[in-house]
Nanobody, 114 residues
Framework: QVQLVESGGGLVQPGGSLRLSCAAS????????MAWYRQAPGQQRELVAR???????EYHDSVKGRFTVSRDGPKNMLYLQMNSLRPEDTAVYYC????????WGKGTLVTVSS
């Protein structure tokens, strides 16, 4: 069983930055894809950013140019650098790994508010 544990969420003012981290219980190099999703209150979970085979990345249109997804193989970590945060980025952010069989973390709350 793979465990994913997110950290780094919190309260930040609009325009600020946060870096989310996801610690995996096994090598992140074994996953063809890893991703960050988010779910705001009353809304469906949506894909924020994905990294495929450690190289190719894709982003939700609303975060392009502001968020960057990356992974660190030796540390078994996935990251999401979030800059120029907006109130509409407020959500619980989830780490996701795998394609056919997917694993999920429990999430970390990001609140963007003045």
């Amino acid at each position: 069983q793979v465990q994913l544990v997110e950290s780094g969420g919190g309260l930040v003012q609009p325009g600020g930055s946060l870096r989310l981290s996801c610690a995996a219980s096994r090598s992140v190099l074994t996953f063809n894809a890893m991703a960050w999703y988010r779910q705001a209150p009353g809304q469906q979970r949506e894909l924020v950013a994905r990294i495929i085979n450690g190289a190719s990345t894709e982003y939700h249109d609303s975060v392009k140019g502001r968020f960057t997804v990356s992974r660190d193989g030796p540390k078994n970590m996935l990251y999401l650098q979030m800059n120029s945060l907006r109130p509409e980025d407020t959500a619980v952010y989830y780490c996701n790994a795998g394609i056919v069989r997917q694993y999920w973390g429990k999430g970390t709350l990001v609140t963007v508010s003045s």
